[in-house]
């Protein structure tokens, strides 16, 4: 077995992590983002510096561009039954649903 949850114990995904990461998420999970892994950060749903977890339940993939953006541009990353999220500013969508990448709604569909 390999460990996936580091809780606060360290900041950096383990290459574990990482290939977990690979096999749930395929790429960044921002919506419409078609980067592969292989050019992503892996990024901390809820932000390391407001205490988040070097968990894999807390961890997703993010192209750098969506990893050093998303925040100025209004959007949240949220985790919802183990899958990475992205809810929209409001002037984009007043509701803020939030938005599953369609590579991770294939991949992960129940049968």
Not at 11 to 37: H, K
Not at 77 to 99: C, E, F, K, N, Y
């Amino acid at each position: 077995g390999v460990v996936l949850y580091l809780g606060r114990a360290q900041r950096l995904a383990t290459a574990s992590q990482y290939i977990a990461l690979v096999a749930r998420d395929g790429g960044c999970t921002f919506p419409g983002c078609d980067v592969p892994p292989e050019w992503c950060q892996i990024h901390h749903v809820t932000a390391w510096r407001d205490g988040g977890p070097t968990d894999i339940d807390d961890l997703t993939l993010a192209c750098g561009y969506h990893h050093r953006e998303y925040e100025d541009r209004g959007w949240e990353s949220v985790m919802i039954r183990g899958l990475p999220h992205w809810r929209p500013p409001a002037w984009i969508d007043q509701t803020r649903t939030s938005v599953l990448h369609h590579r991770i709604t294939l991949n992960n569909r129940r049968e």
